[in-house]
């Protein structure tokens, strides 16, 4: 009973230490990071395929055949950006966990004292600057997705006009969006049996909503940016000043040798010349 009892206090100590050891800011970060990319790619992706299946059956659009970029090679372009953005935020948000458990000092927990390298501060300074280009990125993701939702909110705008109002003609012309060349006249009225089909869809009002999540996931991964700043700027502070505190140790351990030489070398000097 006593081994065991002793046992426990030693994994409670252990785990108290495991979770002292937990960059917590870090973990927060990372998880609204996660949840933002998460937001932003599946939602994305999602209301990208809707309008696809918009603009086929309500405009009456088709692939041009060929080499020529239109408005649906542009989108599958996004969607391949979209699989790599995923990707790559993934393996960041591990790279940037892992460099805040080494800066709260988890393996010096573990492993006793550590050293300072140069190697480990240019990694620090690095991470904050790309942090900061990936922040001033989503930054222009936020604002580009912003344009989607926008249009669809005009567009949701005719489609309830036309119901509130009898005998409106309210027309929604691609053109105005650069979706279409000048040359090409893709529009629907309200007085079309196509616009009335669209409006009464659920496909238009859920592409709608997942403009909006995939917007509210992009401006969540400009958050998290902020919050990883935030935390590498203090972990940068961390490093610098164990740094410091490294050198001024190693300083009065050479200080403390050396004084400790000379005393035994004049004690040594003394008993000589009283023996």
């Given at each position: 009973?006593?081994?065991?009892?002793?046992?426990?206090?030693?994994?409670?100590?252990?785990?108290?230490?495991?979770?002292?050891?937990?960059?917590?800011?870090?973990?927060?970060?990372?998880?609204?990071?996660?949840?933002?990319?998460?937001?932003?790619?599946?939602?994305?992706?999602?209301?990208?395929?809707?309008?696809?299946?918009?603009?086929?059956?309500?405009?009456?659009?088709?692939?041009?055949?060929?080499?020529?970029?239109?408005?649906?090679?542009?989108?599958?372009?996004?969607?391949?950006?979209?699989?790599?953005?995923?990707?790559?935020?993934?393996?960041?948000?591990?790279?940037?966990?892992?460099?805040?458990f080494f800066t709260t000092g988890a393996i010096k927990d573990l492993y006793g004292d550590f050293k300072i390298t140069t190697c480990g501060r240019c990694v620090s300074a690095w991470f904050i600057m790309l942090t900061y280009i990936f922040m001033l990125?989503?930054?222009?993701?936020?604002?580009?997705?912003?344009?989607?939702?926008?249009?669809?909110?005009?567009?949701?705008?005719?489609?309830?006009?036309?119901?509130?109002?009898?005998?409106?003609?309210?027309?929604?012309?691609?053109?105005?969006?650069?979706?279409?060349?000048?040359?090409?006249?893709?529009?629907?009225?309200?007085?079309?049996?196509?616009?009335?089909?669209?409006?009464?869809?659920?496909?238009?009002?859920?592409?709608?909503?997942?403009?909006?999540?995939?917007?509210?996931?992009?401006?969540?991964?400009?958050?998290?940016?902020?919050?990883?700043?935030?935390?590498?700027?203090?972990?940068?502070?961390?490093?610098?000043?164990?740094?410091?505190?490294?050198?001024?140790?190693?300083?009065?351990?050479?200080?403390?040798?050396?004084?400790?030489?000379?005393?035994?070398?004049?004690?040594?000097?003394?008993?000589?010349?009283?023996?």
């Open positions: 009973m006593r081994f065991f009892f002793l046992n426990g206090i030693g994994c409670f100590e252990c785990c108290i230490k495991c979770l002292g050891g937990i960059p917590y800011a870090s973990l927060i970060a990372t998880i609204l990071l996660y949840a933002g990319v998460a937001l932003f790619c599946g939602c994305g992706h999602e209301a990208l395929s809707g309008t696809v299946n918009i603009l086929q059956t309500y405009f009456e659009m088709t692939r041009v055949a060929g080499d020529v970029i239109d408005v649906f090679t542009m989108i599958d372009i996004f969607k391949y950006v979209i699989y790599g953005v995923a990707a790559a935020f993934f393996v960041y948000g591990i790279l940037l966990m892992v460099e805040g990125a989503w930054l222009g993701v936020t604002a580009f997705t912003s344009l989607p939702v926008y249009m669809y909110f005009n567009l949701w705008t005719i489609c309830r006009n036309a119901t509130l109002v009898d005998g409106a003609n309210l027309c929604l012309d691609l053109r105005q969006y650069g979706i279409v060349t000048i040359g090409e006249e893709k529009k629907v009225c309200t007085t079309s049996e196509s616009f009335i089909k669209m409006c009464d869809s659920n496909e238009l009002n859920m592409t709608f909503h997942l403009f909006i999540v995939a917007l509210a996931g992009a401006g969540a991964a400009v958050i998290a940016m902020v919050h990883y700043l935030m935390v590498l700027s203090a972990n940068w502070a961390y490093v610098k000043d164990a740094c410091r505190m490294q050198k001024y140790e190693d300083i009065k351990s050479k200080e403390e040798q050396e004084l400790h030489d000379i005393h035994s070398t004049r004690s040594k000097e003394r008993l000589n010349a009283y023996t």
